[in-house]
Nanobody, 126 residues
Framework: QVQVVESGGGLVQAGGSLSLSCAAS????????MAWFRQALGMEREFVAA????????FYADSVKGRFTIARGNARNTAYLHMNSVKPEDTAVYYC???????????????????WGRGTQVTVSS
């Protein structure tokens, strides 16, 4: 049974840092891209960041570029999101996803991913 589990969410002050972790299990994810999406209350789920199966290519939403960093762990089934200089508008439930996007564009959309976690809450206080 495939599982994707996020951890590391919590409450952080604006300007601070927080790191999220994602661990996938139940099959080999070495050939899968991994990504983070987020969904604020009353909003649609939006793309945050993605990393290719090799780890060589990364993609970021404009809103987090320069502040967030995505990386794969040495274990190919793990991924991390390091969040710096967080803002109140970063408050959301953060979801980890794994999949095999066909194109660079597909990395940015939920339908590029097959497996999803249940999410972890990140709250940034002002």
């Amino acid at each position: 049974q495939v599982q994707v589990v996020e951890s590391g969410g919590g409450l952080v002050q604006a300007g601070g840092s927080l790191s999220l972790s994602c661990a996938a299990s139940g099959r080999s994810f070495s050939a899968y891209a991994m990504a983070w999406f987020r969904q604020a209350l009353g909003m649609e789920r939006e793309f945050v960041a993605a990393v290719s199966w090799s780890g060589d290519n990364t993609f970021y939403a404009d809103s987090v570029k320069g502040r967030f960093t995505i990386a794969r762990g040495n274990a190919r089934n793990t991924a991390y999101l390091h969040m710096n200089s967080v803002k109140p508008e970063d408050t959301a439930v953060y979801y980890c996803a794994a999949g095999r996007p066909w194109s660079d564009n597909d990395y940015h959309f939920p339908n590029g991913y097959n497996y999803w976690g249940r999410g972890t809450q990140v709250t940034v206080s002002s």
